[in-house]
């Protein structure tokens, strides 16, 4: 028989035995604990890969978001000036002025009382890296004029100067203004099996405005043949294919339908890039097009 004595002690050593076994089982606990809430070296690389990654596609995105951002600008500014452009050729153009021109489409430069009512209008005042440039056609015993206004922005420059780019209209000198639409001889074909193109018939060194051609410059149809009936036709430069013969693609969005729209030798307008040097044409063009947009509407003639 277990005495009394001896059964107290026995449950105090068992007690201060479970009490010795606590601290060790909480112990190996924490350390499981520990174990399980840590991260191996496998995966942080992981985890820096998966960041790499997401900010290489994040540093693709904000340049093509800030072009678009920009884009959207000059477009907007584009259409509050082609606004300001008609508006004023509303107030100033006339019967007197404005003289029939048998369908085909010449520059506003081209008519002198016109020109010296708007030339000082041309550069916008608000901000003079903005400017427009205008063609005008209009038929015999009509009282209706049709207006094309090339908007364009200073790409080789900080902006454009009044009396600099405006110049004086000569249809003898090589070298047009650097806001005024330039003449060129062109071909337009269709391709339904690959890119529609157009060619400039002229070579550099007989006209120097083909030089003047980069994409995303606009092309404006101003005549072929006594009729005239393709005047007004618009397309846009896309990639230069052939530089030895001048042939470029033509923007998809705003290309040849069908071989009905065929070109041969046709007379057009283009802007495309400005002058190195506006002082000294002859020193050649410089930077991008400085088309924006182009828009077309009618004035009605007093």
Excluded at 111 to 121: A, D, R, T, V
Excluded at 173 to 202: H, W
Excluded at 247 to 266: F, H, K, Q
Aim: proline content about 6%.
């Amino acid at each position: 028989m277990i005495s009394i004595g001896k059964l107290s002690r026995t449950r105090s050593q068992l007690s201060i035995a479970a009490r010795s076994a606590c601290p060790i089982q909480s112990l190996q606990s924490v350390n499981v604990r520990a174990r399980q809430a840590g991260v191996t070296f496998t995966e942080i690389l992981f985890a820096i890969l998966i960041l790499g990654i997401g900010a290489i596609m994040l540093a693709g995105v904000f340049p093509v978001a800030i072009e678009q951002s920009k884009k959207n600008s000059e477009e907007g500014n584009a259409a509050a000036i082609a606004r300001g452009a008609m508006a004023l050729l509303t107030r100033t153009m006339n019967a007197s002025n404005t003289p029939p021109t048998n369908g085909v489409i010449v520059p506003l430069q081209s008519e002198l009382p016109l020109w010296q009512s708007i030339q000082g209008n041309v550069v916008a005042s608000a901000d003079p890296s903005f400017a427009w440039a205008g063609l005008y056609s209009r038929d015999t015993g009509s009282s209706v004029a049709r207006v094309n206004v090339f908007v364009l922005r200073c790409r080789a420059r900080s902006s454009y100067q009044t009396v600099l780019d405006t110049g004086s209209y000569d249809p003898s000198s090589a070298y047009a203004a650097s806001l005024e639409p330039r003449s060129v001889a062109v071909d337009v074909t269709d391709n339904p099996s690959g890119q529609d193109t157009l060619r400039f018939t002229d070579s550099p060194g007989v006209n120097p405005s083909v030089n003047a051609a980069s994409p995303g410059a606009y092309v404006l149809i101003a005549s072929t043949g006594a009729l005239g009936e393709t005047a007004g036709r618009v397309y846009r430069l896309g990639e230069l294919i052939d530089a030895t013969q001048q042939i470029w693609s033509l923007d998809p969005g705003m290309g040849v339908r069908d071989a009905t729209e065929n070109l041969s030798g046709a007379t057009a307008y283009l802007v495309g890039r400005g002058y190195a040097d506006p002082t000294a044409p002859a020193s050649g063009y410089d930077g991008h097009a400085q088309d924006v947009a182009m828009y077309a509407s009618f004035v009605l003639l007093p």
